[in-house]
């Protein structure tokens, strides 16, 4: 059975809980994603939906998930599976097409040599992400028009979300994160992220339960500095040691509250005027903010000022 990743004999009480752990998983997953996509109305009745495939876990998962909600979904909508075969060396060309003929799913191969360019524009040990994603942007949205997809959607989970936010944070000097639904760069799509509210830990599993047919990255994948993965590890680090603290950092991206930040273009500052009413975002300049207890925050040194 797929949930068996071992020749060893199982027995028969952990072969039920395996199965009983991967069913509570499944379920989870599509109602996380369900979630997303009714919070944000990011798949509507009639919509041909493109699934960009890397071969990763990420966008396996998203067409996994996708085809399981469509079959009780109350709208219909039409799933094709995309995937941008890059001229790669070594990439096993066949592995998708077969996998995808298996399942039944509508899908199209575009085959366009984006590694020979990126090889050649950007210099040995640099980063290859940032020219490597525009050129597939490009050439996506051109196949998007061509089999008249209405919705683009990419394996981007809440992980990916919250590191995109801390990475324009550190480096970027931007409170900037990356969007459950967007207009694409080109103005003609809608980009979408059904898995915007999906931990990475549970597309890890739900992948080995699934035993995806896996295709490792030989560009951006094989660089083992990025920025993006050592802010990575620094969440897997934090969700370790204190659970809930990336939920709560994740919910802290619907919670925006622009008074209180300090970017006057998004809030009036300077004609801020006394109205003489009391306002539920009002100023609590004269109390000390209501934070857990030290205790809750362990890793953080409280300083004694005397």
Known sequence: ???????????????????????KLEKRLCRVVG???????????????????SGGKDSYGLLDILLRLQRRAPVGFELVAVNLDQNQPGFPAHVLPEYLERLGVAF???????????????????????????LRRGILYRVADELGATKIALGHHRDDMLQTFFLN???GGKLKGMPPKLVSDDGRHIVIRPLAYAPEKDLVRW??????????????????????KQVAEMLREWDRKYPGRVDTMFTALQNLVPSHLADGTHYDFKGLKVTGLASEDGDTAFDPPELPDANFLPGLQVIKIE
């Open 207 to 228: 992948a080995e339960h699934r035993q995806f047919p896996i295709i490792p990255c030989t560009l951006c994948g094989s660089q083992e500095s990025l920025q993006r």
């Open 169 to 171: 944070m550190f480096f």
């Open 1 to 23: 059975m797929s949930a068996v990743w071992t020749n060893e004999v199982v027995p028969p009480a952990r072969e039920r809980k395996i199965e009983r752990e991967a069913h």
């Open 35 to 53: 979630e997303a996509i009714g919070d944000y109305n990011m798949i509507e009745h009639g919509d041909k939906v493109m699934v960009c495939l």
């Open 108 to 134: 199209h191969i575009e085959n366009r040599d984006t590694y020979s360019v990126v090889k050649d524009k950007i210099p040995e040990g640099k980063t290859m992400c940032s020219l490597c994603s525009r």
